[in-house]
C-alpha cells in the first residue's frame, strides 16, 4: 500500500530554516521589526520549497483572528470598483490579508445580508463602498466596536475611517474655468444622486458654484437627472438646454461622473452638436477612459476632467482597516486622495489663434 505524504509542519519550517518556531510564526503574521533580512528570505525560500501551508482554523483559533477582510462593493461591475479592489487588494496582500470580495448590485438590502454573511465567516474587518449614506444598520455595527473603513461613499450620522477623493472643490474649479471660457450658463447632469454621497457632494458643489460664480438665481433648477438608458430623453434634454440659453449663449455640461460623460458624448454625436462650439462638456474622470480610450470620433482633442484615482482610493482603505486593527481605539482617520485637473478641447471656447 502506498504511504500517504506527511504534512509539513510549522516545526519541519523552523528546523529546515535554522530558526526557532516563534520566528516562523512572527513571519508568517507578517512582524518583521526584528528580523533580520536574510533570515526572512531563509525562511520564505523555505515555505516556497516545501509548499508549506499553515492552517488557518489553528491559527484563527490561536489568535482569534482569520486574517480575511470582507470588501463589500457597491457595484463591482464599473472600471472605477475593478481599479478599486485592486488597489485594496494589494495593500492587503502586502500585509498577508486576504480579502473577500462582494457585489450588491447596488441594492442596501443586499449589502446587509452579505455583511451578515461576512460577519458569519469571522472576518477579521469591513471595508464598504457602501449602497446608501443612509445605512443604520452600519451604524449599529460600528457602535460595535467591529472594524469597519469606508471607501469613497459616506454614511451620514457616524464618524467612520474613511478613504476617498475630494468631490467639491475640483467641481468649483471647473465652474471657474468654465466662467473664464465664455460659456453663459451651466448645467449638471447626474444618475439618481439620493443616497449616493460622492453624487450628491458634486451637486452641493455645482449648486454653490452655479449661484456664486455665475449668478444663478435658482441654481438647482439646472440640475437635470439623466436616465442613461434612454438617449432620446437625453436628447431632448439637450435641445431644452440649448434653446433655453439666453443671448445665443453657448451652455455646458458638467456630468456627474464618467458614465453620464459618456452617454451625454454619444447622445451629442448623434445630434451632430459639435463640442465645445455648441456646447461644453466636462466632468470627473473616475474610470481612466480618457487616457486609456479613444474617442476621437466623439471629442477630437479631448474632455476636460478631474482625473480621481480609484487604485489610490482603495489602496488607501486597505491601509486603514490594517492601521484599525492594529490599534482599535484610536483617532478615526480620513485619507483624501487628491485629484487632477487636466483643461482639453471640450471645454476651450477661447482657444489661441
Known sequence: MEQKSQKVTINDIARAAGVSKATVSRYLNGKYG????STKERIEKTIELSHYRPSAVARSLKTQQTRMIGVVISDITSPFSSSLITGVEDALRKRHYIPIFVSCGDSPQQEQDYIRSLLDHQVDGLIVNTTSDANPFLISLACTYFPIVLCD???NDYVFDISLSDYHAPVLQLIHHLKEQGFS????FTQEYKHNSARSMRRSAFIEGNRDIFGAKNPDEDIYVININHPEETAQVLRDVISGT???GTPAVIGVNSVTIMHTLSV???MNLRCPYDLGVCGPDDWGWNRQMNWSELIGDGITTFVIHPYEIGKAAGELIIERLENP???KKMRLTPTDIVYRNSTLLKKEG
Open 268 to 270: 451629442m454625436h448623434s
Open 153 to 155: 461613499r459616506q454614511v
Open 34 to 37: 526584528s528580523m533580520s533580512s
Open 329 to 331: 481605539d484610536g483617532e
Open 246 to 248: 439666453s443671448d445665443g
Open 185 to 188: 450658463r451651466i448645467c449638471l
